[in-house]
């Protein structure tokens, strides 16, 4: 059984930090692409960050580039997602989600896999 599992959320203040991490079990997560994304309370969901199977290629959000830092660590089965800057608009639930497909795009869907979702709140 395939399972994405995310945490590291919770309550910050604004300008401050938090790390998510998107723990993975039941499938050889090396082959896998990993995307984060967001959705806030009536919103869309919104792409955050790709990173590649080997963690050599990243892209970001233009929301979010320059603040945020995506990486893994195939070893632990597990990607980090770095966030800095943090400002009440970063406030959101956060997905992890895993791709077969090595291309490099932004999109929000299409994803084989995903998590259940961390949330994050952003205080003023």
């Known amino acids: 059984q395939v399972q994405l599992v995310e945490s590291g959320g919770g309550l910050v203040q604004i300008g401050g930090s938090l790390r998510l991490s998107c723990a993975a079990s039941?499938?050889?997560?090396?082959?896998?692409?990993v995307g984060w994304f967001r959705q806030a309370p009536g919103k869309e969901r919104e792409f955050v960050a790709r990173?590649?199977?080997?963690?050599?290629?990243?892209v970001y959000g233009n929301s979010v580039e320059g603040r945020f830092t995506v990486s893994r660590d195939n070893a632990k089965n597990t990607v980090y997602l770095q966030m800095n800057t943090l400002n009440p608009e970063d406030t959101a639930v956060y997905y992890c989600?895993?791709?077969?497909?090595?291309?490099?795009?932004?999109?929000?869907?299409?994803?084989?896999?995903w998590g259940q979702g961390t949330q994050v709140t952003v205080s003023s």
């Open positions: 039941g499938l050889p997560f090396g082959g896998f692409t």
């Open positions: 989600a895993a791709d077969r497909s090595t291309s490099m795009t932004k999109r929000t869907s299409g994803y084989d896999y």
């Open positions: 990173i590649s199977r080997s963690g050599a290629s990243s």
